[in-house]
T-cell receptor, first 112, second 113 residues
Framework: GDSVTQMEGPVTLSEEAFLTINCTYT??????LFWYVQYPGEGLQLLLK?????DKGSNKGFEATYRKETTSFHLEKGSVQVSDSAVYFC???????????FGQGTRLTINP | DGGITQSPKYLFRKEGQNVTLSCEQN?????MYWYRQDPGQGLRLIYY???????QKGDIAEGYSVSREKKESFPLTVTSAQKNPTAFYLC????????????FGQGTRLTVV
């Protein structure tokens, strides 16, 4: 079945550093791709999405580009803030099974 | 405000008791999902429903049961057959059978003692 692999965490950075969280996927067809963020003790919130190859999703300074040739959807931000500390999940929409498939999550901590 | 509501936020139960977690949405979404999250792990799908009166098992359905009698409600029962029920449970919904973005509730943290 379809699957998502994220870089292992935890990731610790200093404020204003550049962030990359890697995400690759395995899927049949052309899934939609998503990044979700989870703050402590809360549910997940959609951060950004892309529905077809070469689409770039962006929100709150975060960006990710749907790369079909490398089956990747890496999350980037040019200058992180302490408030970006959270767990980030990459996900894809499995068209065949009609469900979302999540990566294992990457815990990000930003130090002042 | 439209959204998805889980209750309660914290739940404590004695071992061997069944417990039901509530999930209600007023987004008019057809599809609803239950996920389990354990510390340091990702989300694992328990059950999902694409339409009223129909639901499918996810990856870890053993020891759980659900019902979908109304479009807006998708309660999850954690039965005594679930070996390790202590976890954070997340409910989600999406607009249709097509796989679009999901909206999540705030979660219920279940502790079994």
């Amino acid at each position: 079945g379809d699957s998502v692999t994220q870089m292992e965490g935890p990731v610790t950075l200093s404020e204003e550093a550049f962030l990359t969280i890697n995400c690759t996927y395995t899927a049949t067809g052309y899934p939609s791709l998503f990044w979700y963020v989870q703050y402590p003790g809360e549910g997940l919130q959609l951060l950004l999405k892309a529905t077809k190859a070469d689409d770039k999703g962006s929100n709150k300074g975060f960006e990710a580009t749907y790369r079909k040739e490398t089956t990747s959807f890496h999350l980037e931000k040019g200058s992180v803030q302490v408030s970006d500390s959270a767990v980030y999940f990459c996900a894809l929409g499995d068209q065949g099974a009609q469900k979302l498939v999540f990566g294992q999550g990457t815990r990000l901590t930003i130090n002042p | 405000d439209g959204g998805i509501t889980q209750s309660p936020k914290y739940l404590f139960r004695k071992e061997g008791q069944n417990v039901t977690l509530s999930c209600e949405q007023n987004l008019n979404h057809d599809a609803m999902y239950w996920y389990r999250q354990d510390p340091g792990q990702g989300l694992r799908l328990i059950y999902y429903s694409q339409i009223v009166n129909d639901f499918q098992k996810g990856d870890i359905a053993e020891g759980y049961s659900v019902s979908r009698e109304k479009k807006e409600s998708f309660p999850l029962t954690v039965t005594s057959a679930q070996k390790n029920p202590t976890a954070f449970y997340l409910c989600a919904s999406s607009i249709s059978q097509a796989v679009t973005e999901a909206f999540f509730g705030q979660g219920t943290r279940l502790t079994v003692v």
